[in-house]
């Protein structure tokens, strides 16, 4: 029994920063938890931080990867425009420069719609879903700290999933 005794054991208390355990934590794949009491209440491992990592990192690759299927999508149609852009509220003579407050400018003008030839798409409803992504994506990039939702998931997932399929 006590060769199975590990004698290097790193705890952290329960009050401190997951962040400032960090470092602990990756180089000793683990360490384990004290409370206030003084006793050991838990573990944290490498693969808890994985986790938990994936929860808060995911929206920000996945909105990269939207607004990079929508720049793609959007500059065939309108970069050799420059006054369509001009009229935006970003007044800019390029869609890379644009962001999803643009974006909506942009396409909510019937006309604009026209000019990507996406018939199965119903104009209104991408462009409510491209609001809900645009508040997503504002409080992801200002360091939301809770994870999404079940339905701000499928707003992402249905948008970026839309995009894909029209970009082929």
């Given at each position: 029994?006590?060769?199975?005794?590990?004698?290097?054991?790193?705890?952290?208390?329960?009050?401190?920063?997951?962040?400032?355990?960090?470092?602990?934590?990756?180089?000793?794949?683990?360490?384990?938890?004290?409370?206030?009491?003084?006793?050991?209440?838990?573990i944290v491992t490498m693969a808890d931080v994985a986790t938990r990592f994936g929860e808060l990192a995911r929206p920000f690759f996945v909105i990269g990867e939207?607004?990079?299927?929508?720049?793609?999508?959007?500059?065939?149609?309108?970069?050799?425009?420059?006054?369509?852009?001009?009229?935006?509220?970003?007044?800019?003579?390029?869609?890379?420069?644009?962001?999803?407050?643009?974006?909506?400018?942009?396409?909510?003008?019937?006309?604009?719609?026209?000019?990507?030839?996406?018939?199965?798409?119903?104009?209104?409803?991408?462009?409510d879903l491209l609001d809900a992504v645009r508040k997503i994506r504002n409080s992801v990039a200002?360091?939301?700290?809770?994870?999404?939702?079940?339905?701000?998931?499928?707003?992402?997932?249905?948008?970026?999933?839309?995009?894909?399929?029209?970009?082929?």
């Open positions: 029994m006590a060769k199975a005794t590990d004698e290097d054991v790193q705890v952290v208390h329960d009050t401190d920063s997951l962040l400032a355990a960090l470092a602990t934590i990756t180089a000793s794949d683990y360490v384990l938890v004290r409370n206030q009491q003084g006793e050991i209440c838990g939207i607004e990079r299927l929508i720049r793609g999508l959007l500059t065939p149609a309108f970069d050799h425009d420059p006054a369509v852009l001009k009229a935006t509220r970003k007044k800019t003579a390029r869609v890379a420069e644009m962001m999803f407050g643009d974006y909506m400018f942009l396409l909510k003008v019937p006309a604009n719609w026209q000019k990507l030839n996406w018939p199965f798409v119903d104009q209104s409803a991408f462009i200002h360091f939301r700290t809770t994870p999404l939702t079940v339905e701000e998931n499928r707003q992402i997932s249905q948008l970026h999933g839309m995009l894909k399929k029209l970009a082929v």
